[in-house]
């Protein structure tokens, strides 16, 4: 069964900082990765989505970076703002075919302080 | 664009009653997704749709969950009757294939 690890559960960082969140999967069978950002009682926002065939997916000061063989992926935020400050979860879909499941990771609570 | 619509956006009752959660999806869109978010669990996947035909519900936790999707812009989910541990954020989604799912705000349920 899959699992995805994120960690740090939450983080905080000064305003114009650069910043790395970490995702981890047990299963490097996976059809794609996605990454969403969740704010405060609100549904969840897709940020990007990496296929299994990429190594990485960019928009804006976001990027995406995937290795399956180390079963990781990142999102970096580069010159981080108060309003990127938010839950940032991953999402591992483990195979293609009727399977359409996502695992979550539990996510990083990130503040950014001005 | 509308995105996904749920309603009600809060639900209190009381343990014992029916609940009823409604979900629109994107127009267009041919799966729709019910998730529940908790502080202990997560978000976990309760059961999904595609071509308003259910796929899997190996998610849903017991037969007092159930969920329909008689045409292609409308779903529910119904928990009958309610106990207090379904007290949780209940989220739809939607997507084409192989692309993002589009969340809902969600319906925040609190069972008393």
């Known amino acids: 069964k899959q699992e995805v690890t994120q960690i740090p559960a939450a983080l905080s960082v000064p305003e114009g900082e650069n910043l790395v969140l970490n995702c981890s999967f047990t299963d490097s069978a996976i059809y794609n990765l996605q990454w969403f950002r969740q704010d405060p009682g609100k549904g969840l926002t897709s940020l990007l989505l990496?296929?299994?065939?990429?190594r990485e997916q960019t928009s804006g000061r976001l990027n995406a970076s995937l290795d399956k063989s180390s079963g990781r992926s990142t999102l970096y935020i580069a010159a981080s703002q108060p309003g990127d400050s938010a839950t940032y979860l991953c999402a591992a879909r483990v195979s293609s075919g009727s399977a359409r499941q996502l695992t979550f990771g539990s996510g990083t609570q990130l503040t950014v302080l001005p | 664009d509308a995105g996904v619509i749920q309603s009600p956006r809060h639900e209190v009752t009381e343990m014992g009653q029916e609940v009823t959660l409604r979900c629109k999806p994107i127009s267009g869109h041919d799966y729709l997704f019910w998730y529940r978010q908790t502080m202990m669990r997560g978000l976990e996947l309760l059961i999904y749709f595609n071509n308003n035909v259910p796929i899997d519900d190996s998610g849903m936790p017991e037969d007092r969950f159930s969920a329909k999707m008689p045409n292609a812009s409308f779903s529910t989910l119904k928990i009958q009757p309610s106990e207090p541990r379904d007290s949780a954020v209940y989220f739809c989604?939607?997507?084409?294939?192989?692309?993002?799912?589009?969340f809902g705000d969600g319906t925040r349920l609190s069972i008393l």
């Open positions: 989604a939607s997507s084409l294939l192989n692309q993002p799912q589009h």
């Open positions: 990496i296929q299994s065939s990429q």
